[in-house]
């Protein structure tokens, strides 16, 4: 039988850690294939990011109808869109209904604290979420989407995302989700290392493998926790960088 097949609408890291990388090595491992459209080319190591060359919002649209006239999209991951055109031209395609299972990954500044996003673009995130079977924020990009919609709290926030909010705790391992009225949380083990290098990456990466592969939303959330957990405690000890190193995606 064919694999299922999920997109990632996201940034290159040279250093393999983080973005497409990321997103393409969590796909095969969790069993999907992976398909990508790059929105910005990005000169990155484990120590931050030093150049950032965004790909032209019509040319990410060309990406985009290369591989959905062709492949069955089973499942879509945006990561770093990078400025205001690309957010715009993605969620026309989001509007449209053309990315199926969308999973909403607000990234805005790495794990290094370089920004990601273009200052003033935070606003367009805003009508993508809408569209998004999951979003997923870390704590420090929840604030940020709060205060550019001018809301007072995550309760608020979660009125924008129709489907599943997963504000992931990062630090304390435990994440907060939201679904339809209702806050829960995840609870989990913080593993010490300073390996944390695409994390947030991996996790929304394999929510969206999960959706890919017909798995309801809270089960592929639930999937996702672990599978960053196992790969986070795999490379604890790693010493790939001058800096924090990224969290595993060997297949063996």
């Known amino acids: 039988m064919n694999p299922p097949i999920a997109l990632s609408l996201a ?3 040279a250093s393999g850690g983080a973005g497409i990388a990321a997103d393409l090595t ?3 491992a969790l069993g999907v294939h992976g398909t990508a459209v790059i929105t910005a080319v990005t000169a990155q190591n484990t120590v931050g990011v030093q150049g950032i060359h965004p790909i032209p919002a019509d040319f990410v649209a060309q990406q985009l109808d290369s591989v959905l ?5 089973a499942a879509v991951k945006t990561g770093m869109l990078a ?8 969620g026309d395609y989001a509007a449209a209904g053309l990315l199926p299972n969308l999973v909403v990954d ?21 009508e993508l979420l809408e569209h998004a079977v999951v979003v997923t924020p870390n704590a420090r990009e929840a ?16 009125r924008l995302c129709p489907g599943w909010l997963v504000v992931t705790g990062e630090a304390t391992a435990v994440d907060r989700l ?12 913080v593993v010490e290392t300073a390996n944390d290098h695409g994390t947030g990456c991996t996790f929304s990466s394999a929510v969206a493998a999960g959706l890919a592969a017909a798995m309801a ?6 999937q996702a926790k672990a599978f960053v957990r196992g790969r986070i405690e795999r490379s604890a000890e790693w010493q790939l960088g001058s800096g924090p190193g990224p969290v595993a995606h060997l297949l063996i």
């Open 11 to 13: 940034g290159s890291d």
């Open 26 to 28: 969590t796909f095969a």
């Open 69 to 73: 006239n062709d492949l069955p999209v």
């Open 83 to 90: 400025n205001r055109d690309i957010i715009a031209a993605v």
């Open 106 to 126: 607000p990234v805005m500044v790495s794990s290094t604290g370089d920004r990601l996003l273009d200052a003033g673009a935070e606003s367009l995130y805003l």
């Open 143 to 158: 604030p940020v989407l709060q205060k550019v919609a001018g809301l007072d709290g995550l309760g608020q926030l979660a």
């Open 178 to 189: 939201h679904h339809h009225g209702e806050w829960t949380e995840i609870a989990g083990e």
């Open 217 to 222: 939303p809270l089960d592929a959330i639930n």
